[in-house]
């Protein structure tokens, strides 16, 4: 299994971003795919989930109306699109994913909301 994160930069207050994380090594449309934040000392929360068909989505109550998790299972990727970026948005974005019983992350993006 291997996840891979990009589309992390320096953003503005207000700005937006488009994440991606592109996975392999295993049957992606099987499983729900999430994304995770880490801002500097704080533990990692979960801030999207997308199920396998992609019609149900779960968000934070921080994220919620300004981001959107979606999937395209014939690319084998996971988005997140986040908008009206606030600086608590600053963080390492984890993709994450569960199968059999073990979890497996990715190595990050990281997202700096800052003017």
């Known amino acids: 299994v291997q996840l891979v994160e990009s589309g992390g930069d320096l953003v503005q207050p207000g700005g937006s971003l488009n994440l991606s994380c592109a996975a392999s090594?295993?049957?992606?449309?099987?499983?729900?795919m999430s994304w995770y934040r880490q801002a500097p000392g704080k533990e990692r929360l979960l801030v999207a989930s997308?199920?396998?068909?992609?019609?149900?989505?779960n968000y934070a109550d921080s994220v919620k109306d300004r981001f959107t998790i979606s999937r395209d299972n014939a690319k084998n990727t996971v988005y997140l699109q986040m908008n009206s970026l606030k600086p608590e948005d600053t963080a390492v974005y984890y993709c994450?994913?569960?199968?059999?019983?073990?979890?497996?992350w990715g190595k990050g993006t990281l997202v700096t909301v800052s003017s």
């Open positions: 994450h994913c569960y199968i059999a019983s073990v979890t497996h």
């Open positions: 090594g295993f049957t992606f449309s099987s499983y729900r």
């Open positions: 997308i199920f396998t068909g992609g019609g149900t989505t």
